[in-house]
């Protein structure tokens, strides 16, 4: 019988698991450098702990299964709602502000797509404990500088900002109750993802008056809040919410400036996000040419722990999944197949005939025990083949034991680089 890898799984070979330890080898320095620590969580948890917040999309998407005790568990689609409970857990002991990083390995029961797998892993950065949208800053600043540090520009990747807040604000001044916000949020976060006429129908079936649907997707259009129009922005300041929001946003845009990164950033209210917990500042970061779902999406979420029976604590993140980052770098030439090494070893030790094995055993035994990385060749045969066994490992020497070893104990030292050779005694190593 022949079984199949799973629709939406991937197989990780060796250049592929290359790529992921390179994506996530830069995430983690990026978190590093921006002052974050850490953390993971188990990779499955109670099923109603993603009921309670995620929202009705994630859970759509849940790997659930009931186990031998009867437990309704489900396999993680994300690690906010992990976060969350770890850091309730021990919310008194744990010195503020809060900055975690982690690099979970997640599944959700999509259609698996372009850039969307069943399977896949995404870097989250947190800061909980901070009110102030510095932290917010902080958050996209540490997503911009990863991409950054990877080669890519402000023309390739644009981070678009808004906030729920703003959005909310709006949404109550057209006379939309708050009780129902929950339910528009995830129809309006599918606006630039669906043909306008399947996303007009969709708000239709929760909005039913015409002129309030037309105001909210003119919101939406809108790129620059000093643009817009009397209208809208009397709705807007018509709240405490729309002023606080409007403020906020002005200083976070001001701030990312301040960072050096102004040019990434740009003001986009048509970014509402699909989850629910969302409760202020949210953006996503997209190529500039739009082409892709979004590289990294997150916002600020001010009553996911107090929703998790925990104190009223603020928190901002954002995640990032592989797949649509591998999928630009690729298109944008900056990650190209074979570029990253699969082995990079220091040493390979060939040998010309089998009576010589041992002692190539021996030499190779030492040279590990030195912390050398090397490997050995299994087999004498020709020494052609063993050299391109070597620079297949990506040895930076090849340590050679011939006649000249048999004779009077000498190797011939290789350097694969420059092919220079040099006889050496073997009792050095
Ligand atoms: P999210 O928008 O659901 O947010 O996912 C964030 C990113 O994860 C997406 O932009 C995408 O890069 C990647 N992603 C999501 N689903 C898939 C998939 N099926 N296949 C491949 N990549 C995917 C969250 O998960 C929030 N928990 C992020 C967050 C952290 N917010 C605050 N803190």
């Known amino acids: 019988m022949k079984i199949q890898s799973v ?6 070979y060796p250049p592929l698991m290359a790529v992921r330890n390179f994506i ?26 993603y009921q309670v917040k995620s929202g009705d999309e994630i859970v759509e998407q849940l790997f659930n299964f009931t186990d031998r005790g009867q437990r309704h568990l489900a396999i993680r689609p994300e690690i906010t709602p992990t976060l969350a409970r770890m850091v309730n857990q021990q919310i008194n002991a744990l010195p503020r502000p809060i900055k975690w990083f982690s690099v979970p390995r997640l599944c959700r029961a999509e259609r698996p797509q372009k850039g969307r797998l069943r ?12 009110d102030d949208v510095l932290a917010d800053a902080e958050v996209i600043y540490t997503s911009i500088d990863y991409l950054r540090s990877l080669g890519l520009t402000s023309r390739d990747i644009k981070a678009k900002i808004s906030s729920r807040k703003l959005l909310a604000g709006f949404l109550i001044n057209l006379g939309i109750p708050e009780g129902q916000l929950d339910t528009i949020y995830p129809i309006l976060d599918k606006k630039t993802k669906l043909p306008e006429a399947v996303f007009d129908e969709m708000l239709a079936k929760v909005i039913s008056h015409k002129r309030t ?18 209208y809208l922005l009397e709705v807007i300041r018509n709240s405490d919410e729309g002023t606080e929001a409007e403020e906020e946003l002005e200083r976070l845009l001001d701030l990312l400036e301040t960072m050096g990164v102004g040019d990434y950033c740009v003001f986009d209210p048509g970014i509402v996000r699909g989850l629910a917990y969302y409760t202020g500042v949210v953006f996503e970061i997209h190529d500039a040419v739009g082409d892709l779902r979004a590289v990294c999406g997150g916002g600020r979420y001010d009553n996911l722990l107090k929703d998790f ?7 901002t993140g954002m995640g990032m999944g592989d797949c649509v980052l591998e999928i630009l770098l690729r298109e944008k030439g900056l990650l190209k197949d074979g570029q990253i090494a699969t082995l990079q070893i220091d040493n390979f030790v060939a040998y010309t005939d089998m009576e010589l094995q041992k002692d190539a055993i021996s030499i190779a035994a030492k040279l590990r025990e030195k912390g050398e990385a090397t490997d050995i060749s299994y087999k004498s045969g020709s020494l052609k083949k063993q050299l391109k066994q070597a620079s297949n490992a990506g040895a930076k020497k090849c340590i050679i034991l011939s006649k000249e070893f048999i004779e009077d104990k000498k190797l011939i030292v290789k350097d694969m680089g420059t092919g220079e050779q040099e006889l050496i005694n073997a009792d050095t190593f």
């Open 213 to 230: 649907a037309a105001a909210i997707k003119e919101f939406m259009e809108f790129k620059d809040l000093s643009n817009i129009s009397d």
């Open 309 to 315: 029976g925990g104190p009223a604590v603020s928190g």
């Open 24 to 49: 996530a080898d830069g995430w983690k320095e990026a978190s590093r450098r921006n002052g974050f620590e850490e953390y993971d969580g188990p990779i499955f948890e109670y099923l109603k702990m």
């Open 7 to 12: 629709k939406g799984t991937r197989d990780f």
């Open 119 to 130: 399977e896949f892993f995404q870097w989250n950065i947190d800061i909980i404990g901070v």
